[in-house]
Protein backbone atom coordinates (compact mmCIF):
# COMPACT_ATOMS: atom_id res chain seq x y z
CA UNK A 1 0.00 0.00 0.00
CA UNK A 2 2.88 2.30 1.29
CA UNK A 3 4.54 1.85 -2.58
CA UNK A 4 1.30 2.52 -4.07
CA UNK A 5 1.06 5.93 -2.34
CA UNK A 6 4.66 6.29 -3.32
CA UNK A 7 3.77 6.27 -6.88
CA UNK A 8 0.68 7.74 -7.27
CA UNK A 9 2.28 10.91 -5.52
CA UNK A 10 4.62 10.43 -8.08
CA UNK A 11 2.93 10.60 -10.21
CA UNK A 12 1.04 14.00 -9.68
CA UNK A 13 4.25 15.67 -8.91
CA UNK A 14 5.76 14.88 -12.45
CA UNK A 15 1.72 16.02 -13.80
CA UNK A 16 2.37 19.36 -12.20
CA UNK A 17 5.30 19.65 -13.04
CA UNK A 18 4.74 18.59 -16.76
CA UNK A 19 1.90 21.54 -16.89
CA UNK A 20 3.97 24.06 -14.80
CA UNK A 21 6.51 23.79 -17.97
CA UNK A 22 4.19 23.15 -20.82
CA UNK A 23 2.07 26.17 -19.47
CA UNK A 24 4.97 28.22 -19.10
CA UNK A 25 5.96 27.52 -22.22
CA UNK A 26 2.55 28.18 -24.72
CA UNK A 27 2.41 31.59 -22.60
CA UNK A 28 5.98 32.57 -23.24
CA UNK A 29 5.83 31.96 -27.18
CA UNK A 30 2.66 33.96 -27.44
CA UNK A 31 4.16 36.76 -25.85
CA UNK A 32 7.57 36.73 -27.61
CA UNK A 33 8.55 39.82 -28.52
CA UNK A 34 5.38 41.82 -27.61
CA UNK A 35 6.58 43.09 -24.06
CA UNK A 36 8.83 46.13 -24.04
CA UNK A 37 10.52 48.22 -21.36
CA UNK A 38 11.38 50.99 -23.30
CA UNK A 39 8.35 53.78 -23.78
CA UNK A 40 9.58 55.04 -26.90
CA UNK A 41 9.70 51.62 -28.41
CA UNK A 42 6.52 50.24 -28.04
CA UNK A 43 3.91 51.13 -30.53
CA UNK A 44 0.35 53.01 -30.16
CA UNK A 45 -2.32 51.78 -29.07
CA UNK A 46 -5.27 53.84 -28.24
CA UNK A 47 -6.22 52.03 -25.09
CA UNK A 48 -3.97 50.49 -22.04
CA UNK A 49 -5.40 47.63 -19.95
CA UNK A 50 -4.06 48.53 -16.44
CA UNK A 51 -4.40 44.61 -14.50
CA UNK A 52 -5.88 45.54 -11.12
CA UNK A 53 -3.93 44.75 -7.74
CA UNK A 54 -4.33 45.78 -4.24
CA UNK A 55 -3.19 49.07 -2.80
CA UNK A 56 -1.96 47.36 0.19
CA UNK A 57 -0.80 44.42 1.38
CA UNK A 58 -2.50 42.30 4.34
CA UNK A 59 0.01 44.00 6.53
CA UNK A 60 -1.09 47.38 5.85
CA UNK A 61 1.93 48.01 3.73
CA UNK A 62 2.18 49.44 0.36
CA UNK A 63 1.82 47.02 -2.87
CA UNK A 64 4.65 48.08 -4.68
CA UNK A 65 3.41 46.40 -7.82
CA UNK A 66 0.24 48.61 -7.42
CA UNK A 67 2.84 51.69 -7.21
CA UNK A 68 4.73 50.77 -10.41
CA UNK A 69 2.19 49.46 -12.57
CA UNK A 70 0.42 53.09 -11.80
CA UNK A 71 3.51 54.78 -12.85
CA UNK A 72 4.21 52.74 -15.86
CA UNK A 73 0.60 53.72 -16.88
CA UNK A 74 1.25 57.23 -16.38
CA UNK A 75 4.12 57.01 -18.23
CA UNK A 76 3.06 56.26 -21.15
CA UNK A 77 0.14 58.14 -21.50
CA UNK A 78 2.74 60.88 -20.67
CA UNK A 79 4.51 59.59 -24.01
CA UNK A 80 1.59 59.66 -25.79
CA UNK A 81 1.26 56.11 -25.94
CA UNK A 82 -2.00 55.60 -24.80
CA UNK A 83 -5.08 57.62 -25.14
CA UNK A 84 -7.17 55.98 -22.74
CA UNK A 85 -6.80 53.49 -19.87
CA UNK A 86 -9.20 51.03 -18.94
CA UNK A 87 -8.05 49.91 -14.83
CA UNK A 88 -9.62 46.49 -14.86
CA UNK A 89 -10.22 44.76 -11.08
CA UNK A 90 -11.67 43.23 -8.40
CA UNK A 91 -14.56 45.29 -6.50
CA UNK A 92 -17.09 42.48 -5.29
CA UNK A 93 -16.11 43.12 -1.84
CA UNK A 94 -17.52 45.97 0.26
CA UNK A 95 -14.12 48.26 0.77
CA UNK A 96 -11.88 46.75 -1.82
CA UNK A 97 -12.15 48.55 -4.71
CA UNK A 98 -9.16 48.02 -6.82
CA UNK A 99 -10.31 49.77 -10.24
CA UNK A 100 -11.19 53.23 -8.25
CA UNK A 101 -8.04 52.78 -6.13
CA UNK A 102 -6.22 53.13 -9.42
CA UNK A 103 -8.10 55.63 -11.04
CA UNK A 104 -7.56 57.73 -8.16
CA UNK A 105 -3.84 56.95 -8.22
CA UNK A 106 -3.44 57.71 -12.07
CA UNK A 107 -5.71 60.72 -11.98
CA UNK A 108 -3.28 62.09 -9.13
CA UNK A 109 0.11 61.33 -11.78
CA UNK A 110 -1.80 63.64 -13.97
CA UNK A 111 -4.01 61.56 -16.42
CA UNK A 112 -7.55 62.95 -16.53
CA UNK A 113 -10.01 61.77 -15.43
CA UNK A 114 -12.38 61.41 -18.66
CA UNK A 115 -9.46 59.75 -19.94
CA UNK A 116 -9.72 56.91 -17.17
CA UNK A 117 -12.36 53.83 -17.48
CA UNK A 118 -13.44 51.48 -14.80
CA UNK A 119 -13.82 47.95 -15.25
CA UNK A 120 -15.00 46.54 -11.87
CA UNK A 121 -15.40 42.90 -13.12
CA UNK A 122 -12.16 42.81 -13.81
CA UNK A 123 -12.45 39.59 -11.29
CA UNK A 124 -9.80 37.62 -13.11
CA UNK A 125 -7.15 38.42 -15.73
CA UNK A 126 -9.25 36.80 -18.08
CA UNK A 127 -12.00 38.81 -17.63
CA UNK A 128 -10.21 41.60 -17.76
CA UNK A 129 -8.76 41.35 -20.93
CA UNK A 130 -12.16 39.47 -22.59
CA UNK A 131 -14.14 42.58 -21.43
CA UNK A 132 -11.56 44.95 -23.07
CA UNK A 133 -12.74 43.51 -26.24
CA UNK A 134 -16.56 42.45 -25.69
CA UNK A 135 -17.33 45.15 -23.37
CA UNK A 136 -14.99 47.88 -24.39
CA UNK A 137 -14.88 47.27 -27.94
CA UNK A 138 -11.05 47.08 -28.03
CA UNK A 139 -8.99 44.76 -30.85
CA UNK A 140 -6.07 46.28 -30.09
CA UNK A 141 -4.43 46.85 -26.39
CA UNK A 142 -1.47 47.45 -24.32
CA UNK A 143 -1.54 45.78 -21.58
CA UNK A 144 0.12 47.65 -18.27
CA UNK A 145 1.85 45.15 -15.53
CA UNK A 146 4.87 43.20 -14.51
CA UNK A 147 6.37 41.48 -17.63
CA UNK A 148 5.60 37.99 -15.93
CA UNK A 149 2.03 39.00 -15.68
CA UNK A 150 1.43 40.89 -19.00
CA UNK A 151 2.78 37.92 -21.07
CA UNK A 152 -0.31 35.79 -19.33
CA UNK A 153 -2.70 38.62 -20.72
CA UNK A 154 -0.91 38.59 -24.18
CA UNK A 155 -1.53 34.91 -24.29
CA UNK A 156 -5.49 35.59 -23.57
CA UNK A 157 -5.94 38.09 -25.42
CA UNK A 158 -4.45 36.18 -28.18
CA UNK A 159 -6.48 33.54 -27.89
CA UNK A 160 -10.10 35.82 -28.07
CA UNK A 161 -8.65 37.89 -31.19
CA UNK A 162 -7.24 41.06 -29.34
CA UNK A 163 -3.37 42.42 -30.87
CA UNK A 164 -2.20 43.18 -27.56
CA UNK A 165 1.27 44.44 -26.30
CA UNK A 166 2.60 44.72 -23.13
CA UNK A 167 4.16 47.51 -21.29
CA UNK A 168 6.37 46.10 -18.36
CA UNK A 169 6.20 47.68 -15.23
CA UNK A 170 8.97 47.96 -12.92
CA UNK A 171 9.65 44.46 -11.08
CA UNK A 172 9.67 43.87 -7.34
CA UNK A 173 12.31 42.73 -5.62
CA UNK A 174 12.29 38.89 -4.58
CA UNK A 175 11.42 39.47 -0.90
CA UNK A 176 8.13 41.25 -1.74
CA UNK A 177 7.10 39.36 -4.75
CA UNK A 178 8.58 35.39 -4.12
CA UNK A 179 5.19 34.24 -3.22
CA UNK A 180 3.16 36.46 -6.12
CA UNK A 181 5.99 35.10 -8.83
CA UNK A 182 5.16 31.67 -7.07
CA UNK A 183 1.80 31.91 -7.66
CA UNK A 184 1.81 33.18 -11.27
CA UNK A 185 3.17 29.54 -12.09
CA UNK A 186 0.12 28.10 -11.36
CA UNK A 187 -2.13 30.97 -12.67
CA UNK A 188 -0.40 30.08 -16.13
CA UNK A 189 -1.51 26.43 -15.50
CA UNK A 190 -5.23 27.29 -14.98
CA UNK A 191 -5.53 30.24 -17.64
CA UNK A 192 -4.11 27.74 -20.23
CA UNK A 193 -6.83 24.84 -18.89
CA UNK A 194 -9.78 27.63 -19.03
CA UNK A 195 -8.73 28.92 -22.59
CA UNK A 196 -7.90 25.60 -24.65
CA UNK A 197 -10.31 22.93 -22.05
CA UNK A 198 -12.88 24.49 -20.45
CA UNK A 199 -13.77 27.57 -22.82
CA UNK A 200 -14.42 29.86 -19.50
CA UNK A 201 -15.83 32.94 -20.11
CA UNK A 202 -16.21 36.11 -18.01
CA UNK A 203 -18.37 35.88 -14.99
CA UNK A 204 -20.25 38.97 -16.02
CA UNK A 205 -19.99 40.87 -19.31
CA UNK A 206 -22.81 43.49 -19.55
CA UNK A 207 -23.99 46.63 -21.91
CA UNK A 208 -21.06 47.88 -24.62
CA UNK A 209 -19.17 50.53 -23.43
CA UNK A 210 -18.01 53.20 -26.05
CA UNK A 211 -14.33 54.63 -25.47
CA UNK A 212 -14.03 58.23 -25.97
CA UNK A 213 -17.39 59.39 -27.84
CA UNK A 214 -16.77 62.46 -26.07
CA UNK A 215 -13.46 63.18 -25.99
CA UNK A 216 -11.41 65.07 -28.69
CA UNK A 217 -7.83 63.28 -28.78
CA UNK A 218 -5.36 65.86 -31.00
CA UNK A 219 -3.30 64.16 -33.35
CA UNK A 220 0.55 63.31 -32.50
CA UNK A 221 3.22 63.29 -34.56
CA UNK A 222 4.51 60.07 -32.69
CA UNK A 223 1.45 57.18 -32.93
CA UNK A 224 1.64 54.43 -35.62
CA UNK A 225 -0.17 54.98 -39.03
CA UNK A 226 -1.71 51.48 -37.46
CA UNK A 227 -3.70 53.07 -34.60
CA UNK A 228 -6.73 51.20 -33.12
CA UNK A 229 -10.08 52.63 -34.03
CA UNK A 230 -11.50 50.65 -31.21
Known amino acids: MK ?25 REAARGLTYSDVSAIPYSRVGVLL ?52 CALVEAGIPAERIYCDFAGFRTL ?16 IISQEFHSKRAIYIAGTVGIEAFGFDARDVDARNGLRTILREQLARVRTVLD ?33 NTG
Open 3 to 27: RKIKCALLLVTFLGVAAIVVAGALV
Open 195 to 227: VCLFKTRPKFLGPRIEIGADVQIPLKSNRSTQN
Open 52 to 103: GCSKQLPDGRTNLFFVYRVAAASKLFRAHKIDYVIVSGDNHVVGYDEPTDMK
Open 127 to 142: DSVVRAKEVFGQTRIT
